[in-house]
């Protein structure tokens, strides 16, 4: 999965940071050091092994506290991006590691202003930094020019049926039930489908049942822009919870930066943004779809979303934390 902390190292490193991404695991039957791109390596080693960096800022995030120990002086940046039981793992032990993280951090960022206003209390410093979107990669599917159609898309498009397409992990938040009953109210509209079986959940929905609804597994970051090319409305169909009403949707920026409408469930973070289409239940996320086919061409609505998402890239993001970065440093140097 190519997500925020990926994002965020390459974006930091366009910034000017020197950025190692240290993998959880290791070989040693791989190469230490590889360049990803300009100041980005990709690192396998432990994290006891860079512990000689003077004063290194470590990115932590809720499930790898533990991995601070092994540096000499960091100064500690902790991303909260998601309510903690999202998370697999121990569950106490990333509940503990949480705790410890509020309490040591140099800064603390989170994505979502309801993650803020839990923490609020305890960590007034803490910056509101949420998700965002590659733009040049994901506004390549805004392009006039024709892009040959993947190949598992192409009997889709055959059936010159509009399509409503999804992206990411299916998993237990993915509202299957609303969407089945949607697909059976819009049997005019084809329903598409990517990403990996996340926990399971995928296999038996009466979803798949459907003639017009069809699963294309999983497929590449780089791939993404090919299929959103010809998809006429994106999708983000969660079902509604404290977990994802917290949530900030990275497909919601891309999919703006692509240009296509978007629908939703009443998620209150993705409810921020102008010009986002929104459903509760199953007929109000269909007559959404409908209105979202009239606004494929209306150059006001396109405007908008392509405002939000220039408004909202990585880039933006790691200007924001490098200038906290930059700010805690000189606020660590004076004298008290």
């Not at 960091?74 to 697999?88: G, H, K, N, Q, T």
């Not at 498009?157 to 998993?171: E, N, R, S």
């Not at 038996?204 to 609804?213: A, D, E, I, R, W």
């Amino acid at each position: 999965m190519f997500q925020r902390p990926q994002h965020l190292a390459l974006a930091l490193a366009r910034q000017g940071a020197l950025v190692l991404y240290l993998q959880s695991r290791f070989s040693l039957f791989e190469r230490q050091f590889r360049k990803l791109a300009e100041r980005t390596y990709l690192c396998n080693l432990p994290p006891a092994a860079c512990a000689d960096i003077p004063s290194p800022t470590v990115y932590c995030l809720s499930w790898n506290s533990e991995y601070i120990q092994s540096f000499k002086s960091p100064r500690i940046l902790y991303d909260y991006i998601d309510e903690i039981a999202v998370f697999d793992g121990e569950r106490q032990q990333i509940a503990q590691g949480h705790a410890q993280l509020l309490e040591k951090a140099d800064i603390i960022t989170v994505t979502a202003t309801r993650l803020y206003k839990q923490i609020q209390s305890l960590r007034p410093d803490a910056i509101l930094c949420p998700n965002a979107v590659d733009y040049p990669h994901f506004a390549r599917a805004r392009s006039r020019e024709q892009i040959p159609p993947p190949n598992d898309l192409a009997p889709i498009l055959a059936t010159g049926k509009p399509i409503v397409g999804y992206y990411g992990a299916l998993a237990r938040w993915l509202d299957y039930e609303l969407l089945t009953q949607v697909a059976n109210l819009k049997p005019d509209y084809f329903f598409v489908l990517i990403g990996p079986d996340h926990d399971g959940t995928l296999h038996g929905q009466p979803l798949f049942q459907l003639s017009n609804v069809r699963w294309l597994g999983t497929k590449t970051y780089e791939a993404l822009p090919d299929y959103l090319h010809y998809w006429d409305i994106a999708i983000i169909p969660f079902i509604l919870n404290e977990i994802t009403h917290a949530t900030s949707p990275l497909k919601l920026f891309e999919y703006m930066a692509s240009g296509k409408p978007v629908v939703i469930t009443p998620m209150q973070e993705s409810m921020s943004y102008p010009n986002v289409l929104v459903g509760a239940t199953p007929q109000e996320f269909a007559h959404q779809l409908d209105q979202a086919m009239l606004l494929r061409s209306n150059k006001e609505y396109l405007g908008v979303i392509d405002l939000v998402a220039r408004e909202n890239t990585w880039d933006v993001r790691a200007a924001q934390l490098m200038q906290a970065l930059s700010a805690s440093r000189t606020q660590s140097q004076t004298p008290k």
